[in-house]
């Protein structure tokens, strides 16, 4: 079974693995697949699921729906997200003014079949929205109920030190970021990480296997598999481009034995690896299929020993990208429409 993590300086837990329906839901496979698959994760364990609004132009949230239907609401942990446009995409229909925040909410709860959400997420970083009017609408939403406590994705060390300030202030929880983390994208470790420790803020981190690249199945110098994710664009073939480098390829590929040697599969290893950070609360994961599941859950619980963390860092260091100034470009500019 799947172990449990405190989210952040609280008293809520998740599970250290949670399942994420970013490009799966409504999107690559069909429902009836994506709903044996929730059904899967809770039968193993899994009780924290993470979608987001714009995921699937909204459908994604009403396919989790169906497949928790029928589920004790409060044995579950659902988090969802508010920025990136969805509908007709209109002047307000993206980033964290107080009138986007508070029509998406009660979208989400509408398509989730639910009274509230147990975490609610501000995607990424609105430039152009005071961040007083962020907080004072989530504020809002945490006194009437609909969320429980407020997280963020993909901020730098300062928004997450001036958002912390702010929910202080109005007597709100901010518990959680949302960034990429895996052995191969370690932005996140040289500010944003510390800064967290600091401030009792947890990771959620998604794409823990780096787009399915440390799972090994990408070959140097080889074409990548048919009907991977790096051949559908609807699956994130954007966000794999930039590990499918023959030099990236080859490093992964010294991993094989270090898994063999600990007992595990390579995507096991990667989970693992983030789980080893103890400001990491949960690695999210997807699936296509409910088999896969059953293979990364058991990243759940397991400790790396130093030789074995050492003779990753000596595969992935040279490749590996730990420049922290890559976190300050993880949110658009000005809103997107």
């Known amino acids: 079974m799947v172990n449990y993590r405190y989210l952040g300086n609280s008293g809520f837990k998740v599970s250290?693995?949670?399942?994420g329906n970013w490009i799966t839901h409504a999107s690559q496979v069909e429902n009836d697949a994506a709903i044996a698959t929730v059904r899967k994760a809770l039968d193993l364990g899994i009780t924290s699921f993470d979608t987001a609004d714009v995921y699937a132009n909204t459908a994604a949230e009403s396919v989790l729906a169906e497949a928790l239907k029928g589920q004790?609401?409060?044995?579950?942990?659902?988090?969802?997200?508010?920025?990136?446009?969805?509908?007709?995409?209109?002047?307000?229909?993206?980033?964290?003014?107080?009138?986007?925040?508070?029509?998406?909410?009660?979208?989400?709860?509408?398509?989730?079949?639910?009274?509230?959400?147990?975490?609610?997420?501000?995607?990424?970083?609105?430039?152009?929205?005071?961040?007083?009017?962020?907080?004072?609408?989530?504020?809002?939403?945490?006194?009437?109920?609909?969320?429980?406590?407020?997280?963020?994705?993909e901020?730098?060390?300062?928004?997450?030190?001036?958002?912390?300030?702010?929910?202080?202030?109005?007597?709100?929880?901010l518990v959680s970021n949302q960034p990429q983390y895996s052995a191969l994208w370690r932005v996140i470790e040289g500010k944003v990480v510390p800064t967290s420790e600091e401030l009792g803020i947890s990771q959620i981190v998604w794409s823990p296997m780096a787009q399915g690249v440390l799972s090994g199945k990408y070959l140097p110098g080889q074409p990548v598999p048919a009907g991977s994710r790096a051949t559908d664009e609807k699956s994130g073939a954007d966000f794999i481009a930039k590990f499918l480098d023959d030099d990236v390829l080859t490093a992964v590929q010294k991993l094989v034995p270090i898994a063999q040697e600990a007992g595990l599969t390579m995507p096991q290893l990667a989970i693992a690896w983030v789980l080893q950070n103890k400001n990491?609360?949960?690695?999210?994961?997807?699936?296509?299929?409910?088999?896969?599941?059953e293979d990364t859950v058991k990243a759940s619980g397991?400790?790396?020993?130093?030789?074995?963390?050492?003779?990753?860092?000596?595969?992935?260091?040279?490749?590996?990208?730990?420049?922290?100034?890559?976190?300050?470009?993880?949110?658009?500019?000005?809103?997107?429409?």
Do not use: C
């Open 302 to 337: 397991i400790t790396l020993d130093a030789d074995t963390l050492a003779a990753i860092d000596a595969a992935l260091s040279p490749v590996a990208v730990t420049d922290p100034e890559e976190t300050y470009r993880m949110s658009p500019p000005s809103r997107i429409q």
């Open 72 to 153: 004790r609401r409060e044995s579950l942990e659902i988090f969802t997200k508010v920025y990136f446009p969805t509908g007709p995409k209109g002047a307000n229909d993206t980033g964290l003014s107080r009138k986007h925040i508070m029509d998406s909410i009660n979208g989400s709860l509408r398509r989730l079949d639910t009274d509230y959400v147990d975490l609610y997420q501000a995607h990424r970083f609105d430039y152009e929205t005071p961040l007083e009017e962020t907080f004072q609408a989530f504020a809002d939403i945490v006194r009437q109920g609909k969320a429980l406590y407020i997280g963020v994705s």
């Open 16 to 19: 250290e693995i949670t399942y």
């Open 155 to 173: 901020w730098t060390a300062e928004q997450l030190r001036e958002g912390h300030a702010l929910a202080k202030e109005l007597r709100i929880q």
């Open 280 to 293: 990491v609360a949960a690695a999210l994961v997807g699936a296509s299929r409910p088999q896969q599941l």
